[in-house]
Structures are given as C-alpha cells and as structure tokens.
C-alpha cells in the first residue's frame, strides 16, 4: 500500500528537468541583464530617474518570482511543508502584481509605439492573474488558486520567453522588412504563447482528450 501510494504521487524526472532548465535559464539572462550597459539603450528624453529607476525596481522585484515557482509549482514542499508554500506564495504573488504595474508603465511608455499594446496587456493580465490567484487562495478555493497562480507564472516568466525569441528574432522574422515590425511581432508573441501553451495545458487539452476519447 505504501509503495502505491508512493507511486501514485511520484513526479516524472522531466519535470525537475524542466525546473532546473528553467531555473539555470533564468539565472544567466538575470546575469545578463544585470552586466549589461542599459545606459545604451537609453530611449530619447529619457533619464535615470524615469525610465531606469522603474526598469531596475521592475527587475529586482521579479527576480523573487522567477526564483520561487520551481519550488513553489514541486509538490513535494507544497505536501511536506505547508506553511512554507505559503509564505513563499505570498511573496510570488505580491511581486507579481507590483513587477505587473511597473510593467505596464514601462510598457506604455517604450519607444517602440508598436510594442506598447502588447507589452500593456501583459502587465495589466498579470495583475489580473496574480490578485485572482491571491483571491481564491483567501477564499479557499485552491482550484482556481492553482490555475489561477500557473497563469500568472506564465506571464512573469515572459522575461525569459522574450530573450529567447530574441536569440532567434533575425532568423525567424527574416521574412519581415523592417526591425520595428520584427519587435512588434516579438512582443506579441510573449504575450500570445505563455497564454497559448497554458489553456492549452490547462483546460483547452484536457476538454478535447475528453471529447475525441473512444470512451466518451
């Protein structure tokens, strides 16, 4: 019985493979974000005070939560030390929605007017997902508390989906004839496929294995 029911809840190594990828992931792009001469990349009438202050503090306050969902999302800590994923949950969840609003004044605010709809509607939906999250936690609802806390992990991790589009943005969009549309098209695309991959994963997959199944 006990070895059953140590099966019945044993995770798949590829998931800790993916959460070490994604954690090593996401410590070299914080280490290149942080050696890099943003200074550079300074937008016209920008300055220190209104555009680095804001981008710093939006990146120092998202760290926390690209490195608390591996082991906030591992059931083993969430089953064995309860009171701890809770704690570390409020802290995810509270960065969430204050990197969010930062966000959405970065976004609304960035040179590039193409990417201010997009890069807008991610902050604003991961504001969304986050107080949600927090909600149905509150009202002990951990279903939607559940669901509700992937979504909202989904669009905090875009700092990382963003870079590695960009890592591939001149071969993929070669097809596109200026750079501007290329960022436009990026930016869309970090926003679009977290959401994409996680209904997919969520509800979208799950109804239609239901439906198309031999036994339905």
């Known amino acids: 019985m006990a070895t059953s029911a140590r099966r019945a809840g044993a995770v798949h190594p590829a998931w800790y493979l993916f959460w070490l990828t994604f954690l090593l992931t996401c410590l070299w792009f914080l280490y290149e ?19 680095f202050v804001w981008y710093f503090g939006h ?5 926390p939560v690209l490195l608390i969902a591996p082991l906030q999302f591992m059931p083993g800590l969430r089953q064995s030390r309860p009171a701890v994923h809770r704690w570390l949950g409020r802290v995810f969840l ?10 959405v004044y970065l976004g609304s605010t960035i040179y590039l007017p193409g990417s201010r709809v997009p890069l807008s ?12 999250a927090w909600q149905a936690a509150r009202r002990r609802d951990f279903v939607n508390h559940r669901k509700f806390a992937i979504r909202a992990f989904a669009l905090g991790a875009a700092f ?17 004839p200026t750079e501007d549309l290329q960022e436009t098209t990026k930016e869309w695309l970090t926003l679009f496929l977290p959401i ?11 109804t239609a294995r239901k439906l198309f199944s031999r036994k339905a």
């Open 33 to 51: 974000s942080a050696t890099t001469d943003h200074f550079e990349e300074m937008q016209a009438g920008a300055t220190f005070w209104n555009r």
């Open 59 to 63: 990146a120092l306050i998202s760290s």
């Open 94 to 103: 509270a960065n969430c929605m204050i990197a969010a609003l930062l966000g």
């Open 121 to 132: 509607l991610l902050g604003s939906l991961w504001f969304f997902f986050a107080a949600v």
């Open 160 to 176: 990382v989906w963003v870079r590695i589009i960009s890592r591939m943005q001149e071969d993929i969009f070669s097809f596109m």
């Open 196 to 206: 994409l991959v996680t209904e997919l994963w969520l509800n979208w997959g799950p």
